[in-house]
């Protein structure tokens, strides 16, 4: 990324992070890394299920790591891995926390009588 782009993203985080998905740069890498896994959730396909991806996921979240917003890759320890992962929308909100296992009510003595 030049250090233009890295500075428009950091603006994007500050202002309005929405701006930054509507960006140019990133809709063409978004669509690169769709078509690169050819339009399926790669958290789904490692367990054998085939699942449409609706959304691009950064392993090194936008706001920690700025300048990596648009890599498709990076290195670490000298082992390439990927930056841009292709998931469906469940996966997504399931890497970020966004899911919460449901609450089930405690069996208790109360519930047998």
């Known amino acids: 990324m030049t250090q233009e782009q890295i500075d428009y993203v950091k603006k ?3 202002e309005d992070i929405h701006r930054f998905y509507v960006w140019g740069p990133w ?3 978004r669509r690169e890394v769709l078509q690169m896994d050819h339009g399926e959730c790669q958290r789904c396909k ?3 299920i085939y699942t449409k991806a609706t959304t691009v ?3 090194n979240y936008v706001k920690k790591h700025p300048d990596m917003a648009l890599e498709i890759w990076y ?3 000298g082992v390439r891995k990927r930056n841009l992962v292709s998931l469906c929308h469940d996966c997504h909100e399931a890497v970020h926390g ?5 609450k089930k009510e405690t069996l208790t003595e109360e519930r047998w009588d």
């Open 12 to 14: 994007c985080i500050r």
């Open 27 to 29: 809709k063409k890498v």
């Open 46 to 48: 490692a367990k054998k």
């Open 57 to 59: 996921h950064h392993v």
């Open 75 to 77: 290195e670490w320890h």
């Open 98 to 102: 966004y899911r919460k296992p449901e």
